[in-house]
């Protein structure tokens, strides 16, 4: 079985012949993403909450869209999750101070790799401008995410703003 693997650097899933493959059976597959397990928005999709809303969804379409897809095509996928592991993030705002640090630290690895050609390949990283506007798309979904997730998640692991671990909860069951 080959498993699909996803390059920030490209913005998509990497060629198919670079997938890792695997002989079964498998015990456990970890299924890692920025709103995995993300449970629908129950309110509060009439009001833009960030520029981008205000200028790009001012109908509300986007935001109504993508939480209908968690109503359905994404519940259905969800529900196959035996254990929901969550990292809590301590506020919003450190979200984009972590994603920014992922950037940077792809930037550099692209540059250890590429070298001087890095401007003549098709590899993207993103500038702090263009990350805060990337991050306005899922602002709501995130926001929300840090509200409801602690209390669905099997094992919580909340974070400190430096990214370390200062509390964990464990199933009593599993």
Known sequence: MRLPCFDKSIDDRKAVHLWQEVQGPVDVVLFEGWCVG???MK???NHPINSLEEELDT???WRKTMNQRLKQDYKELFSKIDLMVWMQAPHYDVV???RNKQERMLESHL????GILL???DLK???EAEL???MQYYERLTRHLLAVMPDQADVLFTLSEVQEVIKTRYPTEH
């Open 38 to 40: 993300a449970p629908p």
């Open 43 to 45: 309110e509060g999709l």
């Open 59 to 61: 109908d509300g379409l």
């Open 96 to 98: 984009y101070n972590w």
């Open 111 to 114: 540059h250890d790799i590429h």
């Open 119 to 121: 401007d003549t390949i």
């Open 125 to 127: 990283v993103m500038s």
């Open 132 to 134: 805060k506007r990337f």
